[in-house]
């Protein structure tokens, strides 16, 4: 017999048309997707990016993401680099207000110093979102795109926690730029993680004074943590992080050496403070953390001279960062999932996840995911 039937529609969904069919229908919530955006139509103005040096290879990175994802979604952007001067910083910012720039996404040399950049930006109309480094000391920011630092901080920890043996580990720890907030981060959520095992005796610090003094602290206020940092910090830069470990191993005796944990911020300061451990004599081994997934240090952790890095998967942190500006050009606000205290207003925000690499899983989580080529590489199995 012929059953009675009323077939439903089928709907062909491809970029032109996801918003209206998925979102704007009700059949998935917004909130559930990044990089959606408002409607192209909706969509206007230009997008001005400020990032901090050409330097460090992270930073061009973003840049040619940034390029290429604007490009694609029609907006006109311009990209300037600060290169580690708060002045030019502030110069670049001026320069974009006056080229009339809707959106302003700047990742802050220096977080206090970038405030009055912000708000000259927030007196001409301008959106501004802090990337990856959260501008302090004023209420001119409207939305933080970044990684959850203290996660990053707190998985480096965990590495070398999940590493060590035994009791009387020599720890050695270094830090990022003082100017920096999320150097407070990372170091914050190591000294969660480490602390209880420095307590302990699993490790102790070779390397400042300042450290050992604070040692039985669990949480430690931020002026505490400065006086650390004041100790170990690298400024971001690998000569000062290679120059500053070879005096901490001229001054250690060989008892401070033998098998060695450090706390390294970055990937680039990682490489430094491993050449100059691995060229040691009383250094028998170390582990050495990092983050960034730099090229550089993903081959260091093939050939074995760099222990891991956190990966911070950049595509991410910039489809939020382009997602926010399009929301903010189209009217809209931007995903809100917490909000980070500047000192002076609870910044909105939305972190984007972390991920340890080693040589346990550097393949699936560099190659495979399509983070980087397998051809930057030699070794990788």
């Known amino acids: 017999m012929d059953v009675p039937a009323k077939p439903s529609v089928v709907v062909t969904v491809d970029q032109d048309n996801v918003k209206a069919a998925i979102v704007d229908s009700g059949y998935w919530p917004a909130d559930n997707f990044t990089g959606l955006g408002a409607d192209a139509a909706e969509v206007t103005g230009s997008v001005g990016i400020v990032l901090p040096t050409k330097d460090e290879p992270r930073w061009i990175q973003d840049e040619t993401r940034f390029k290429e994802a604007f490009t694609a979604a029609g907006v006109d952007v311009e990209i300037l680099f600060s290169q580690g001067d708060s002045a030019k910083e502030k110069a670049n910012v001026e320069a974009l207000i006056t080229k009339g720039v809707k959106v302003l996404i700047i990742c802050p040399q220096d977080g206090a110093a970038a405030a009055a950049a912000a708000e000259a930006a927030k007196e001409a109309g301008i959106k501004v979102i802090s990337y990856d480094r959260l501008i ?49 981060l990372f170091f914050q959520g190591a000294w969660a993680v480490l602390q209880p095992k420095i307590a302990d005796g699993t490790f102790v610090i070779k390397n400042s004074d300042e450290a050992i003094a604070l040692q039985d602290k669990a949480e430690l206020t931020r002026d505490e943590m400065g006086k650390i940092l004041g100790q170990v910090t690298t400024n971001w830069d690998f000569n000062t992080a290679k120059n500053l470990a070879e005096s901490n191993l001229t001054k250690a005796t060989a008892a401070d050496k033998g098998n060695v ?121």
């Not at 302090?136 to 203290?150: E, K, M, P, Q």
């Not at 939305?350 to 190659?367: E, F, G, H, L, M």
């Open 136 to 184: 302090l000391n004023t209420d001119a920011v409207d939305y933080y795109v970044t990684f959850d630092s203290v996660a990053v901080g707190a998985a480096q920890g965990q590495y070398l926690v999940d590493k060590a043996t035994g009791t009387g580990n020599p720890l050695y720890l270094y830090a990022g730029a003082s100017s920096d907030n999320n150097a407070f």
């Open 261 to 381: 944990f450090i706390l390294a911020p970055n990937d680039g300061t990682a490489r430094a403070i491993a050449d100059a451990f691995g060229t040691d004599t009383d250094v028998a081994s170390y582990i050495v953390t990092g983050q960034d997934a730099e090229i550089a240090s993903v081959q260091y952790i093939i050939d074995g001279k760099q222990s891991m890095t956190v990966l911070k998967d950049v595509r991410t942190l910039v489809a939020d960062a382009i997602s926010a500006a399009q929301a903010f050009l189209g009217g809209t606000t931007p995903p809100e999932t917490t909000t980070y205290n500047n000192s002076t207003i609870d910044v909105p925000a939305k972190p984007s996840v972390v991920v340890t690499v080693d040589q346990d899983n550097v393949k699936a989580a560099i190659v495979d995911s399509g983070y980087w080529p397998a051809d930057n590489f030699t070794g990788l199995k």
